[in-house]
């Protein structure tokens, strides 16, 4: 959006700042394609965008609008990839059958002197596409890839967390060269996104030598024999000293077990994330996320799980099963909401209590409704039975 920057706050957050003496910009543009501010939520975009398809489109109140669901990998994605390698294989798929001219994901951009060490890119060949597998738990902005878009004529698919689809979804509706470019959305299934401070803490988890320069990342190493939920954060350092030039590469390991509860407990979380309910990429043609669910966490080389919203991923889907590139077995969306149960409880079930506390300040409208009673939330049936305990002692008085 002319005008507005995007840039780091203190708490480490990607935040579009307004520097002063810029006039003309345009606010209500900048509100409707926001995800956070105003414009339709992500039911009525899912309605939108999958709904009108006269194929069967099933409605989950927790998965949201899809077509099928699968738990799957895809075997030479899957190696290097967080979980199964969908998101990887999809980006490829598109690519190789010429739907689309490049590929928008995230890929490790250290070197740059504005610390955004991950960023969007374009890629146009498949070696560049794995370079940008697996996870960045880092905050990223598609500000300079949408402007690559705008310039440069082509057809995309592009990879982000629920909100940037949302963001997208919006953008499309009042930008028609983005809506004619952007032809896929592949959905990255998100409970929280951490901020840049969240990878320093992983350094110092790891054993980096305070003060290192934090020369590349991985968020997430599969280590073999062990389950899915149990990898390796890996963080390469190099001496921060100016006369270290040259200095060799120090690579330090944690595992995730080792960490601590900073995903349930959420630190390093943006504070919007605590107004976001959408977990499951409503909005997406496809949303892949890791299996969590009994049996594929024990495989730790990773299964995914996906769910196919558009005629166009289930169409891409089913050429990738005929063509052996994937192994597949269905599932139920009970299952895969199962298996999201976290990011579900805390954005749908306690979002309604956030929403009550933050009654008398702005915050977005959403989907849930403000809530006080957090124990009703939490367990069905406890409201009525509280009702019930306060109606108690006067009725028992009126007896006596
Ligand atoms: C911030 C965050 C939170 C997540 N939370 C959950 C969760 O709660 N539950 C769950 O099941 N899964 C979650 N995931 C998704 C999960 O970690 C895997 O990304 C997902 O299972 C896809 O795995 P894959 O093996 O199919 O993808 P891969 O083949 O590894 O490919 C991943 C693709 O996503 C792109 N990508 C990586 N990070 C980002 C990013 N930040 N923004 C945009 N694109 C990106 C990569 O460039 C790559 O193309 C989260 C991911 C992120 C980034």
Known sequence: MPGIRIDFNRYGDLVARLPSGVRNVDFATASAVCPFAGGPDESTIAAEVF????????????????RSAFAA???????????GGIASWVLGASLRQGLVDGVIHVAPSFGRDDGRVFSYRVATTPDAISAGATSFYFPVSMDEVLRIVKERPGRYAITGVPCFHKALRSLRSVDPVIDERIVL?????????????????????????????????????KVEGRPANDYAVEVKTQSSDASAEGAPVQVHRVMNSRIGVNWGMGYFKPKACDFCDDVLAETADLAAMDAWLPHYVEDGRGWSLVVLRSRLAERLWH??????????????????????????????????????????????????????????????????????????????????
């Open 51 to 66: 709904g009108g398809d006269a194929d069967p489109v099933r409605a989950h109140p927790e998965i949201g609008r899809f």
């Open 73 to 83: 990998y895809a075997p030479p994605h899957r190696e290097r990839a967080s979980s």
């Open 185 to 221: 959305q592949v959905g990255i299934v998100c409970g929280q996104m951490k901020s840049a401070h969240y990878m320093r803490f992983l350094a110092a988890a790891a054993g980096a030598p305070r003060g290192a320069r934090v020369v590349d990342a991985c968020f997430r190493r």
């Open 319 to 400: 050429e990738g099963v005929r063509a052996g590139d994937l192994v597949q077995r269905p599932v139920t969306a009970q299952q895969v909401a199962d298996s999201q149960r976290g990011g579900l409880n805390h954005r749908r079930k306690l979002l309604g209590y956030r929403l009550w506390l933050h009654r008398r300040a702005w915050h977005p409208a959403k989907r849930q409704p403000a809530r006080r009673d957090l124990s009703a939330r939490a367990a069905p049936g406890a409201a009525a039975a509280r009702v019930a305990a306060r109606a108690q002692p006067r009725a028992l008085a009126a007896h006596r």
